[in-house]
């Protein structure tokens, strides 16, 4: 597949240049499978893929973006060319660093010779996990897993191939008694066969167990515990668009003119690291082929990096750091169907942490997230949200006392770092609305103000 992939995008440059067009060549290729789950059953599972070409021009001080397939090639570069013509001029470029050197993608084996029938027997095993309890059915859920590999090579003689494996599993379940219905879930997602689908149901499970006897909580300023999936939901639609070098530059964001000032507590580093061994955004290189790189966004909770791609980074004096992703707006994922813009790739809270055990016992009064409902409402200027609790627990003097029925939580995240505690508990988790992801512990938050439900 490496060769098949770099002699494409060698042959898309070729042709700009026997058209005297400067261009880039973003050639992907997926391989996914799905099983569903639902009412207790496997009904469902599907094999697809895709495979194109999406092809990035400059003309001049404008750029144009179309994709096509091999058979298209030459239409594909007028088609781009055919859009430069009509956009907004800008300081483009192609990047041109090629030092690939310690940086691999996540590839598994184990991952990659998956068949439809092995997704059936692990989908079976989330079945499985889940139903030790009569009272409760897997209501949905299901897994995926596949490869992704790319190809970049431009004008300025960038070439790169990189590939990887994908696995993920999850599972909701609903627990009936007494005329009384509630619901559980859990989810694990990685770049390796590195966890158990029966957990996945078994947690579910537990969970749902876990909230009978919802009870409403008082209207209040107290302490809230987000654990990493609800933490996430909110870092990636208020913290996360800010640490946006070209935000940043048009005044798009919080973090204006706070380079160099507190932007999260004392102890905490904030870092988008694009070769963490676990990271599901883990490659050689970005989209536009610049090598991958750790990026330090907050050092001990000081503002000290922003991330760009090649054209922010033009437009702002800076360089690159690598975080071009062709990414669609509220998707997971890319695909060489739209332009590359600046992404997180792997958003990392590191610092001093504890236990979540010790973390609540020392909250006197407050609340414990698991899940949240409503994150992509968020200013992703100012960073302001408000949110439901999908799923959570009240704290009474360091314990857990009882779930919670309802309730909202609303506040500026970009202020609530600056007073954010971390646990230990670190789990890879994803953006339901960008390719960004994330691997983060328990979060505790002062002085958060809570709605009963």
């Not at 800008?90 to 010779?113: E, H, K, L, M, P």
């Not at 158990?196 to 149901?201: H, Q």
């Given at each position: 597949?490496?060769?098949?992939?770099?002699?494409?995008?060698?042959?898309?440059?070729?042709?700009?240049?026997?058209?005297?067009?400067?261009?880039?060549?973003?050639?992907?290729?997926?391989?996914?499978?799905?099983?569903?789950?639902?009412?207790?059953?496997?009904?469902?599972?599907?094999?697809?893929?895709?495979?194109?070409?999406?092809?990035?021009?400059?003309?001049?001080r404008?750029?144009?973006?179309?994709?096509?397939?091999?058979?298209?090639?030459e239409?594909?570069?007028?088609q781009?060319?055919?859009?430069?013509?009509?956009?907004?001029?800008?300081?483009?470029?192609?990047?041109?660093?090629?030092?690939?050197?310690?940086?691999?993608?996540?590839?598994?084996?184990?991952?990659?010779?998956?068949?439809?029938?092995?997704?059936?027997?692990?989908?079976?095993?989330?079945?499985?996990?889940?139903?030790?309890?009569p009272?409760?059915?897997?209501?949905?859920?299901?897994?995926?897993?596949?490869?992704?590999?790319?190809?970049?090579?431009?004008?300025?003689?960038?070439?790169?191939?990189?590939?990887?494996?994908?696995?993920?599993?999850?599972?909701?379940?609903?627990?009936?008694?007494?005329?009384?219905?509630?619901?559980?879930?859990?989810?694990?997602?990685?770049?390796?066969?590195d966890?158990?689908?029966?957990?996945?149901?078994?947690?579910?499970?537990?969970?749902a167990?876990?909230?009978?006897?919802?009870?409403?909580?008082?209207?209040?300023?107290?302490?809230?515990?987000?654990?990493?999936?609800?933490?996430?939901?909110?870092l990636?639609?208020?913290?996360?668009?800010?640490?946006?070098?070209?935000?940043?530059?048009?005044?798009?964001?919080?973090?204006?003119?706070?380079?160099?000032?507190?932007v999260?507590?004392?102890?905490?580093?904030?870092?988008?690291?694009?070769?963490?061994?676990?990271?599901?955004?883990?490659?050689?290189?970005?989209?536009?082929?610049?090598?991958?790189?750790?990026?330090?966004?907050?050092?001990?909770?000081?503002?000290?990096?922003?991330?760009?791609?090649?054209?922010?980074?033009?437009?702002?004096?800076?360089?690159?750091?690598?975080?071009?992703?062709?990414?669609?707006?509220?998707?997971?994922?890319?695909?060489?169907?739209?332009?590359?813009?600046?992404?997180a790739?792997?958003?990392?809270l590191?610092?001093?942490t504890?236990?979540?055990?010790?973390?609540?016992?020392?909250?006197?009064?407050?609340?414990l997230?698991?899940?949240?409902?409503?994150?992509?409402?968020?200013?992703?200027?100012?960073?302001?949200?408000?949110?439901?609790?999908?799923?959570?627990?009240?704290?009474?003097?360091?314990?857990?006392?009882?779930?919670?029925?309802?309730?909202?939580?609303?506040?500026?995240?970009?202020?609530?770092?600056?007073?954010?505690?971390?646990?230990?508990?670190?789990?890879?988790?994803?953006?339901g609305?960008?390719?960004?992801?994330?691997?983060?512990?328990?979060?505790?938050?002062?002085?958060?103000?809570?709605?009963?439900?």
């Amino acid at each position: 597949m490496k060769e098949e992939l770099l002699r494409v995008a060698a042959r898309v440059v070729d042709t700009a240049a026997s058209m005297d067009i400067c261009c880039e060549a973003f050639v992907q290729k997926k391989r996914h499978t799905s099983i569903i789950i639902e009412s207790g059953k496997v009904t469902f599972g599907s094999m697809d893929g895709d495979y194109g070409i999406g092809i990035r021009v400059i003309n001049g001080r404008n750029t144009g973006y179309a994709y096509c397939d091999e058979r298209s090639i030459e239409f594909g570069l007028k088609q781009a060319l055919s859009v430069a013509r009509l956009s907004a001029p800008g300081c483009y470029g192609f990047q041109d660093d090629r030092n690939y050197a310690g940086t691999r993608s996540i590839y598994d084996n184990r991952v990659a010779t998956l068949v439809t029938e092995d997704g059936i027997d692990l989908a079976r095993d989330i079945i499985e996990g889940a139903c030790y309890d009569p009272r409760v059915t897997p209501s949905r859920g299901g897994l995926s897993f596949g490869t992704l590999a790319y190809a970049v090579a431009n004008s300025n003689g960038v070439s790169v191939y990189d590939e990887g494996t994908f696995l993920s599993g999850s599972v909701m379940t609903v627990l009936k008694e007494d005329g009384v219905m509630v619901n559980g879930d859990d989810s694990q997602v990685s770049r390796s066969r590195d966890f158990s689908f029966e957990e996945i149901g078994r947690k579910a499970t537990e969970k749902a167990i876990g909230q009978l006897g919802q009870q409403g909580i008082e209207t209040a300023t107290m302490d809230v515990i987000l654990r990493p999936d609800a933490a996430f939901d909110i870092l990636s639609n208020t913290v996360l668009p800010s640490l946006n070098g070209d935000a940043v530059r048009k005044g798009d964001s919080v973090y204006v003119d706070k380079m160099g000032k507190p932007v999260a507590a004392g102890g905490i580093t904030i870092v988008d690291d694009a070769r963490h061994p676990k990271g599901l955004n883990t490659f050689a290189t970005d989209e536009e082929g610049y090598p991958s790189r750790r990026t330090v966004l907050a050092d001990n909770g000081v503002l000290t990096g922003l991330l760009y791609d090649t054209y922010a980074a033009i437009e702002a004096g800076a360089k690159p750091t690598g975080n071009a992703m062709h990414g669609d707006r509220m998707e997971t994922g890319t695909t060489y169907k739209v332009s590359p813009s600046t992404c997180a790739r792997n958003f990392i809270l590191e610092g001093e942490t504890m236990p979540e055990e010790e973390m609540i016992r020392g909250v006197r009064n407050g609340i414990l997230v698991d899940n949240v409902l409503g994150a992509h409402t968020a200013n992703k200027i100012s960073g302001d949200f408000s949110v439901a609790i999908y799923a959570g627990h009240a704290i009474r003097d360091g314990e857990i006392a009882f779930p919670l029925k309802g309730g909202m939580i609303g506040g500026n995240m970009p202020a609530m770092l600056l007073q954010a505690a971390l646990a230990d508990d670190y789990r890879l988790v994803e953006s339901g609305f960008s390719p960004a992801s994330g691997y983060i512990p328990s979060i505790k938050f002062s002085g958060v103000r809570v709605s009963g439900g």
